[in-house]
C-alpha cells in the first residue's frame, strides 16, 4: 500500500498543506472534510483543481490533506502546490508541464513585520513640523 501512495508539502504566505495522492476515482478531502464544504467558493475549489486538469489526471486520485496556517486563499494555494509536488513524485514526466505553468515555485509573499516607533509595518503617525 505504501508503493502506491505519493506526498507532496505545499506552502503559500503562512499556510502549509500536507498532501497525499493515492489512486482512485477523483475525492478530495481536507481536513477530514470535503473540498466544497471546506473552502466553499467555486475560485478556490478551482484553484485546487488546476495541476489535476493540466496533467489530466481529474478522476484518477483520491487526495487527502491537511492544511493548517493562513487563510482560505492562502490554503488554497498551499494545496495546489502540494497536489503539484505530489504528481511530480507519482510521474517524473509531469514536472516539466507543472514547472511551465508556475505550480512548482513556492508563493514567498509574507506579511511584514511591525517595525517599532510604527504603527503597523509602513504605517507612521502624522508628520507635524510644528
Known amino acids: 500500500m505504501a508503493?502506491?501512495?505519493?506526498?507532496?508539502?505545499?506552502?503559500?504566505?503562512?499556510?502549509?498543506?500536507?498532501?497525499w495522492l493515492t489512486p482512485g476515482n477523483g475525492t478530495v478531502?481536507?481536513?477530514?472534510?470535503?473540498?466544497?464544504?471546506?473552502?466553499?467558493k467555486k475560485t478556490l475549489e478551482m484553484i485546487v483543481e488546476q495541476p489535476l486538469e493540466l496533467t489530466n489526471s481529474l478522476g484518477k486520485f483520491d487526495i487527502t490533506a491537511t492544511v493548517k496556517g493562513g487563510g482560505t486563499t492562502g490554503q488554497a494555494g498551499a494545496l495546489r502546490h502540494g497536489i503539484a509536488k505530489a504528481l511530480v513524485e507519482s510521474d517524473a514526466n509531469l514536472r516539466q508541464a507543472l514547472k511551465a505553468a508556475g505550480f512548482l515555485t513556492r508563493d514567498p509573499r509574507m506579511k511584514e513585520r511591525r517595525k517599532y516607533g510604527l504603527k503597523k509595518a509602513r504605517k507612521a503617525s502624522q508628520f507635524s513640523k510644528r
Open 3 to 19: 508503493d502506491n501512495r505519493f506526498y507532496g508539502t505545499g506552502r503559500r504566505k503562512n499556510a502549509i498543506a500536507r498532501v
Open 29 to 40: 478531502t481536507v481536513n477530514k472534510r470535503e473540498l466544497s464544504e471546506y473552502f466553499g
